[in-house]
């Protein structure tokens, strides 16, 4: 499993230009299947996605579709985790 901070790099007036082609790219994502959870972050700067993927050179590869990464928006890090524990609800990400 992964955490996936994103940081904005320009004004948000220039970063919502590529708002509705980041959506399309957030519906692939999810359609694929890598991502689980997204939200932007607060105060909004940026956003944090929860994703699975087999390997992280293949979840970079995703990432760098993101017309927010193609565009120079924003950078992304990203953090492995080994999920052990969840509340009764999530109980199916830790199968994996």
């Known amino acids: 499993m992964f955490v996936i901070l994103f940081t904005h790099l320009k004004p948000l007036v220039e970063v ?17 299947g890598v991502y689980v959870l997204s939200g932007r ?3 909004r700067n940026g956003a ?37 524990r969840s509340s009764e609800e999530f109980q199916h990400l830790l199968a994996n």
């Open 16 to 32: 919502n230009k590529f708002l509705q082609a980041h959506f399309s790219f957030l519906d692939h994502a999810y359609a694929k």
């Open 48 to 84: 944090v996605i929860l994703a699975r993927s087999e390997s992280r050179q293949a979840l970079v590869a995703l990432l760098e579709e993101d017309p927010f990464i193609k565009e120079g928006m924003a950078q992304f890090e990203i953090y492995e985790f080994i999920p052990g």
């Open 41 to 43: 972050r607060e105060p």
